[in-house]
């Protein structure tokens, strides 16, 4: 794998200051708040590793996260609403599609562009969605304009943000819609990216600060018309717990089989090369991609040899009351990230939804005379 040096995309300078290091990445601070993956790997092996199945959690496990995608879709789609009521709507990176499917009740025509293939023919064949599995460019879904364009947490894994926004604009109708959230990474501290505890490297290439949206939006003729944000820390502290009950209790049952074959994988874990220096290794040295798939092979292979296999499967095939626990649950996980969030004091790690309006050449023209 080759990797290249990068700048920051706006201000065009290089950063010495090195904030994260995970998987052998570095992550650098620009000045400006953004956290960009520097060296990173070329274009065509990130775009290769959205076509595999390894790419960011797996695939299959985001189709069984159906009614988390409904439940948020539907938070989402109220929003987007209160903007445009309906037209030709794109998703980017729609993953399992649900907000695609859900945008159909209010009276939107969804379109997505879906660079994974299992997940591109569930929402194809499934939820019969055009989807498209090439990057988005002039000539995808024949040159149509759209009244929406969306991406959800999305923004962080394109190789070029700016270019893609251009085209976003390109392709929306008068007065269009760019709808799409993200985290607000670029303003945290090296101590809350810790207390994050992971940022996804390499997959998320950028993290922005308020600053950079707001700069990326202008530069490429949009106009923020609406900023929500979401304080997660809450959300981020009950996963933490959850996650510490959820081990003890597996603990606690004694499920003798789960407990060794985590153990086991902990331990393997534990001596990679990557988890035992990863100071010292650079990405060059390990082949950094391959040491990723073994790690993700590895948690799979974890996966197989559980007898039961994951918490949804495990309710798929039980009973109703179970699959209402699960409802219920889901439900106040997204309540305390989205209504709970929302008035929680704006420190640290945030999701923040952007609604930006396409402007015009005429828009351009009267902001700049005003100044
Ligand atoms: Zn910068």
């Known amino acids: 794998m080759t990797v290249e040096e990068t700048k920051c995309i706006f201000c065009r300078r290089e950063s010495g200051r090195v ?74 990176g729609p993953g399992s599609g649900y907000f695609l499917d859900e945008s159909r009740r209010p009276g939107f025509n969804p379109f997505g562009i879906e660079l994974n293939l299992r997940q591109s023919s569930f929402i194809k064949e499934k939820l019969k969605i055009q989807v498209e599995t090439s990057p988005f460019r002039d000539s995808s879904f024949n040159g ?9 947490d999305v923004i962080s894994h394109f190789f070029d943000p700016i270019s893609e926004c251009k085209q976003f604009h390109k392709r929306l109708k008068e007065g269009g819609i760019l709808f799409f959230e993200t985290g607000n990474g670029g303003d945290l501290s090296k101590k809350w990216l810790k207390f994050i505890g ?35 820390l809450f959300h981020l502290v ?60 590895g948690f799979r292979r974890n996966d197989e040899k559980r007898t039961k296999r994951t918490f949804y499967e495990t309710i798929k095939n039980d009973s109703m009351w179970k699959i209402f ?35 015009s050449v005429v828009d351009v023209e009267q902001n700049n005379k005003n100044g």
Not at 36 to 63: C, F, H, Q, T
Not at 327 to 352: D, E, S
């Open 325 to 359: 626990l699960l409802r219920i649950a889901i439900r106040v996980n997204l309540l305390i990230r989205y209504k709970i969030g929302k008035w929680l004091p704006k420190i640290g790690p945030q999701t923040v939804i952007y609604v930006a309006k396409k402007q």
């Open 144 to 152: 149509i304009l759209f009244d929406v364009i969306c991406h959800f």
């Open 19 to 92: 904030d994260w290091e995970e998987n052998g990445f570095t992550g650098k601070r620009c000045d400006c708040g953004l956290l960009y993956v520097s060296p990173r790997p070329e274009m065509k092996e990130i775009l290769s590793w959205y076509n595999s199945d390894e790419a960011n959690g797996g695939a299959r496990s985001r189709i069984r996260s159906e009614i988390w995608g409904r439940l948020n879709a539907l938070h989402r789609l109220r929003i987007l609403r209160r903007y445009k009521r309906q037209g030709d709507l794109l998703e980017i």
């Open 238 to 297: 009950a996963m933490k717990c959850f996650k510490y009950f959820k081990y003890i209790f597996l603990k606690k049952t004694g499920k003798a089989e789960v407990k060794k074959t985590t153990r086991g994988f902990r331990g393997e874990v534990k001596n990679d090369k990557l988890v035992k220096s990863p100071k010292n290794v650079t990405p060059v040295e390990t082949g950094v991609q391959n040491q990723l798939k073994s790690l993700d092979s």
């Open 198 to 232: 992971r940022l996804q490297y390499p997959h998320h290439l950028f993290l922005f600060s308020s600053r950079n949206i707001e700069q990326l939006c202008q530069e490429t003729g949009f106009k923020i018309v609406r900023v929500y944000r979401y304080s997660i």
